[in-house]
């Protein structure tokens, strides 16, 4: 049976230190769900993990995307799935952490999202 292991909950209230003692204790693995920490650059006032959190415990969708690139919840949920499918693959626990709801139940509830492209043109 594959698991899925949630932490969510608003900045601040321990969701980090939390999943990362459950990822040592149970062999898990942590797939970010903040909608900032995805961002490359973006370390002050994210909470990211430490350099020492990250060599100690394998975190997924940490910095993996530049600040002026588009990253759309479609490209997050099917990064999202490929990280939990992976660590399960391993026999490993995923534990999805973070505090944006958008992100979160995207995955957890499988929601439909569209691949369109945007575009500039309409947008303008």
């Known amino acids: 049976m594959n698991h899925l ?3 969510v909950g608003p900045t601040g209230t321990g969701k980090s230190q939390l999943a ?3 990822a040592q204790t149970f ?3 942590i797939v970010n769900a903040d909608s900032r920490q995805v961002y490359c650059g973006m370390d002050i006032g994210t909470a990211k ?3 020492q959190e990250l060599s100690l415990v ?3 969708l ?3 995307v530049n600040p002026d690139e588009d990253f759309s919840l479609a490209q997050y949920q ?3 799935y490929q990280a939990i499918d992976d ?3 391993r026999s490993k626990l995923p534990l999805l952490v973070g505090g944006s709801g958008l992100y979160v139940w995207s995955v957890l509830e499988g929601w439909g999202i569209s691949k369109i492209p945007p575009d500039p043109e309409f947008r303008r």
């Open 58 to 60: 394998p975190h997924h």
């Open 27 to 29: 062999e898990g693995e």
């Open 78 to 80: 099917e990064l999202a």
């Open 62 to 64: 940490i910095n993996i």
């Open 5 to 7: 292991v949630a932490i």
């Open 49 to 51: 993990p430490s350099p």
């Open 20 to 22: 990362f003692r459950l």
């Open 87 to 89: 660590i399960q693959r």
